[in-house]
């Protein structure tokens, strides 16, 4: 159960991501002064594009951390892991992903969006993909340390 509240913990900072204080236009306000200082020749319209992307990186990067959270209290402290672990992983970033995006529509200034759905899952897919690249580099590292 300990690490459950990980996922748990994580699954709330999700939601207050989806809530209100972080619409489109409350980021820009903070970001955009970032972005113009950074890159003070970029016309606003570039910099709204670069500020679109921050929060769709947001939204692989929120959902990779919590893929992995997601795995690692699916494999409850032993030193294997299954397939099976990671596509459950998976699917639970999935539902959790068009639950949120639900949630989005009832939020004031929200919009919820089958594409935030698709790069929410993305996160959760690459982070999977990258803790199994991990393991296999593991595994062969040890059978040459045998050697």
């Not at 959902?63 to 699917?91: D, E």
């Amino acid at each position: 159960m300990a690490r459950l509240w990980p996922v748990l913990t994580w699954a709330v900072i999700i939601s207050v991501f989806s809530t209100k204080a972080f619409t489109s236009d409350n980021t820009a306000s903070f970001f955009i002064p970032i972005l113009h200082w950074l890159l003070p020749k970029a016309s606003f319209a570039a910099l709204f594009r670069i500020h679109h992307y921050i929060r769709k990186c947001g939204h692989f990067s929120e959902y990779f951390i919590f893929s992995l959270l997601i795995l690692r209290a699916i494999r409850g402290g032993r030193n294997t892991t299954h397939l099976a672990w990671a596509l459950a992983a998976i699917g639970i970033v999935a539902a959790y992903a068009i639950l949120d995006e639900f949630h989005q529509s009832f939020v004031p200034g929200r919009t919820p969006a089958v594409m935030d759905v698709l790069i929410d899952a993305s996160g959760g897919a690459a982070a999977q993909a990258i803790a199994a690249l991990i393991l296999l580099w593991g595994h062969v590292r040890g059978r040459q340390n045998k050697a």
